[in-house]
């Protein structure tokens, strides 16, 4: 079974920009969830769709959104582009039900670049 | 608000056993993570807790107190390659998948 991808790999944006990224789960995996990851910060919950639904939310500002489309593959946008936005942008999916959905699979990730 | 602690850095000699502490105080809990990382890589799931006591996992093993607010990670027989970040997190609630996580603890094993 092919695991999590992510596309782009990685990308440099200037200031004020926007960004889509893009995520394919496992198959069969109907949970998509986004964290970002920098030194600083560490690793943090953007948010979770499950069946074109957002389900959870973390605490970041309105220019971070997402979708998830009826094939379980999903998007996140990040609009008006800040330095701090520089990050590793990780996507993990999840199946609902049986002795494996308490697990996460995380994708390799996109590294995103504001200059 | 939200808070996970971990040490920073932690070092250990190949074939010893090591124990990588996590406390926490969240606003919900559903269950306590632990995930490897390797530098440049994404993180792998490790172990999950949900009720008190102790879970084994062959050389890995994790424990947890919810009174305490306090997890542990269990490493044994030590080898080069555990050498990577250990991040711990918390589940705060049963709808779904919405993580804190903590700082995460840079593990060396050394020769």
């Known amino acids: 079974k092919a695991g999590v991808t992510q596309t782009p790999r990685y990308l440099i944006k200037t200031r004020g920009q926007q960004v889509t990224l893009s995520c394919s789960p496992i198959?069969?995996?109907?949970?998509v969830s986004w964290y970002q990851q920098t030194p600083g910060q560490g690793l943090q919950f953007l948010f979770e769709?499950?069946?074109?639904?957002?389900?959870n939310k973390g605490n970041f500002p309105g220019r971070f959104s997402g979708r998830q489309f009826s094939n379980s593959r999903s998007e996140m946008n990040v609009s008006t582009l800040e330095l701090g936005d520089s990050a590793l942008y990780l996507c993990?999916?999840?199946?609902?039900?049986?002795?494996?959905?308490?697990?996460?699979?995380f994708g390799p990730g996109t590294r995103l670049l504001v200059l | 608000g939200q808070n996970i602690d971990q040490p920073t850095e932690m070092t250990a000699t190949e074939g010893a056993i090591v124990q990588i502490n996590c406390t926490y105080q969240?606003?919900?809990?559903?269950?306590l993570f632990w995930y490897q990382q390797h530098a440049g890589e994404a993180p792998t799931f490790l172990s999950y807790?949900?009720?008190?006591g102790l879970e084994e996992k062959g050389r890995f093993s994790s424990f947890l107190s919810r009174s305490k607010g306090y997890s542990y990670l269990l490493l044994k027989e030590l080898q080069m390659k555990d050498s990577a970040s250990y991040l711990c997190?918390?589940?705060?609630?049963?709808?779904?998948?919405?993580?804190?996580f903590g700082p995460g603890t840079r593990l060396s094993v050394l020769p």
């Open positions: 993990a999916s999840s199946i609902i039900g049986g002795p494996d959905q308490e697990t996460q699979y």
């Open positions: 198959s069969g995996h109907r949970s």
């Open positions: 769709y499950f069946s074109e639904t957002q389900r």
């Open positions: 969240t606003s919900g809990f559903n269950g």
């Open positions: 807790n949900v009720l008190d």
């Open positions: 997190a918390v589940r705060l609630d049963n709808y779904g998948q919405n993580f804190v």
